[in-house]
């Protein structure tokens, strides 16, 4: 099975990954578009999930919790963290578009422990990381310090030329403290749009060895292994990362072969 997913062409619905689709059991990950106007529910008895919006402005219900005026993005390169609400299982996620908006929808299994709620953007640190053409720009939006069963979201921006994820990292062993088991969606936007980016994703055996030019609106999947990303010259690269496994804590092992990037100047 090939780990990149493709858009569906003019349709609400721009992606869809599944457990089942993608033959894992943790993460789910689907993109959707909405005209102003339009709205789309969902409901899980055993996943939270976290609407993120991507750009444009939405109305949000979940529950009995309700919320106007979310997001406001024209662009995810727009120097601001998106609008996210976070859904428990057993909680009817209602949104409805003000204008044109993108919306992701992350899910993870959960147990129902949390309640509805908005997730400020001051909740959301943004970071700057790496040096020279390995500098990005993170935006944490659901962290392992912010209340969540299983989910772990972020977004990144990398500028032209640049590479991100780098040096490669993993992290698909259950060996916490050194490591933890978590797999892995990029949600890929590419500016401008017709551009394209490359990632890699590949194991120290190279059973998955897997070299993708990855397009507007891609997907691809990190069942495990390392997964580096590089931006050629003259494109932006924007990725949202959704990450679950069985323990909510992110730690990763860097590719020993790369690693001596982290002390060289």
Not at 105 to 118: F, I, V
Not at 150 to 165: D, N, Q, R, Y
Request: proline share 8%.
């Amino acid at each position: 099975m090939s780990l990149l997913v493709k858009p569906t062409k003019n349709s609400q619905e721009i992606v869809n990954v599944t457990p089942k689709s993608a033959g894992w059991g943790y993460v789910s990950f689907a993109a959707y578009q909405l005209a102003p106007g339009e709205s789309i529910s969902f409901s899980e008895d055993a996943k939270e999930l976290c609407v993120l919006v991507l750009t444009g402005t939405v109305s949000v219900a979940a529950g009995h919790l309700a919320w106007e005026e979310i997001g406001g993005r024209k662009t995810v390169f727009d120097d601001a963290a998106p609008g996210a609400v976070y859904v428990p299982p057993n909680a009817t996620l209602t949104i409805k578009a003000k204008t044109a908006a993108e919306l992701a929808l992350a899910g993870a299994p959960a147990k129902g422990d949390l309640q509805p709620r908005l997730i400020e953007a001051s909740a959301m640190p943004r970071l700057t990381r790496g040096k020279g053409t390995n500098t990005r720009y993170v935006c944490e939006v659901l962290p392992e310090g912010q209340p969540a069963e299983s989910l772990l979201i972020f977004e990144v921006k990398t500028p032209s030329a640049h590479s991100s994820s780098y040096p490669p990292h993993k992290h698909d062993v259950d060996n916490l403290p050194a490591e933890s088991l978590l797999e892995e969606t990029y949600y890929h936007r590419i500016n401008p749009p017709q551009g394209f980016i490359f990632q890699r994703v590949y194991t120290d055996s190279r059973d998955i060895d897997e070299s993708m030019a990855v397009e507007d609106r891609d997907v691809v999947l990190v069942p495990r292994g390392y997964h580096p990303v590089v931006v050629p010259h003259g494109y932006q690269s924007y990725y949202l990362n959704v990450m679950a496994g069985p323990k909510r804590i992110w730690r990763f092992h860097n590719d020993p072969a790369h690693e001596w990037l982290l002390s060289a100047t």
